[in-house]
């Protein structure tokens, strides 16, 4: 099997706060799933997101295409 990867890497608090469940850095005000607009796009495209690694305040996406 051959793979195609994306990976997206994104701030948590800047992301969050876009995806409305975050309103500051410590306080939350959402805990339901949530849809991830770039994340959406990559599906549309055949990737499946597989890992998801935090770095300090930043999180790395990794995405997968089977070809």
């Known amino acids: 099997m051959k793979y ?16 409305g469940i975050q309103g500051g ?5 959402n805990r339901k799933p949530v849809d ?3 994340a959406d796009e990559l599906g549309v495209d055949g990737f499946e997101m597989f890992q998801v690694v935090q770095y300090g305040m930043e999180s790395c996406y990794y995405f997968r295409r089977r070809f």
Do not use: G
């Open 36 to 38: 991830m607009p770039f």
């Open 4 to 19: 195609e990867y994306k990976m997206v890497m994104k701030f948590n608090d800047d992301l969050n706060k876009e995806l």
């Open 25 to 29: 850095i410590f306080s939350s005000t």
